[in-house]
């Protein structure tokens, strides 16, 4: 069956240090792959994508994340931490292949800290 | 513009009772999306309409939920004799597609509380 595992459900940083969020995916096939990013009390954005093209996706807030078709995973990464990064991030899945079906991971908390 | 809306942004409901929830997608939308966020089960899809028709409805719960898309714009989401377990923020994404590289622009949710 297909999922999609973050392997960290809370990591904390301190502002300006860099950032990794994990996540390992397991299908089939190679899925096109996701991040998202909720704020409180705020809607899903979508951070970045990979969709088969560059294995190295550039996103927005200067964060990015590498795809690993050996290793099966896809984390997150942002070089300097800010305090506006603190939220919960989801590595997401579609497993439709095809019409765009999500699964998601169970989340990340980001705190960052001063 | 204007992005995905949902109504109402908070609902509470005496268990046994039917709620509908709505979502507005971003105009020209042809894909749409429910999903469901609960604390014990995650983020997990509950349906796709392509136009208004369903092709998957695979992540409906059980048959007291029900959902329909009108003019190939709103969508209700309904739960007929809501229980606790069904307790959850509902939400609502659009795409413009469905393509499997379209971007999914979510709503902000319902909540809904089973009492």
Same mark, same amino acid.
């Given at each position: 069956?297909?999922? /999609? ?86 590595? /997401? ?18 705190? /960052?800290?001063? | ?21 709505? #979502? ?67 939400? #609502? ?23």
């Amino acid at each position: 069956a297909q999922s /999609v595992t973050q392997l960290d459900s809370h990591v904390s940083v301190s502002e300006g240090t860099p950032v990794l969020l994990r996540c390992n995916y397991s299908s089939s096939y190679s899925p096109s792959l996701f991040w998202y990013v909720q704020h409180p009390n705020k809607g899903l954005q979508l951070l970045l994508k990979y969709t088969s093209a560059a294995t190295l996706v550039k996103g927005i807030n200067g964060f990015e994340a590498e795809f690993k078709k050996s290793e099966t995973s896809f984390h997150l990464t942002k070089p300097s931490a800010h305090m506006s990064d603190a939220a919960e991030y989801f590595c /997401v899945a579609d497993v439709s292949g095809g019409y765009n079906k999500l699964i998601f991971g169970a989340g990340t908390r980001l705190a /960052v800290h001063p | 513009g204007a992005g995905v809306s949902q109504s109402p942004s908070n609902k509470v409901t005496e268990k046994g009772k039917d709620v509908e929830l709505r #979502c507005d997608p971003i105009s020209g939308h042809t894909a749409l999306y429910w999903y469901r966020q609960s604390l014990g089960q995650g983020l997990e899809f509950l349906i796709y309409f392509q136009g208004n028709s369903a092709p998957d409805k695979s992540g409906l719960p059980s048959d007291r939920f029900s959902a329909e898309r009108t003019g190939g714009s709103v969508s209700t989401l309904t739960i007929q004799r809501t229980q606790q377990e069904d307790s959850a923020v509902y939400l #609502c994404a659009s795409s413009l597609t469905g393509g499997t590289t379209d971007t999914q622009y979510f709503g902000p949710g319902t909540r809904l509380t089973v009492l």
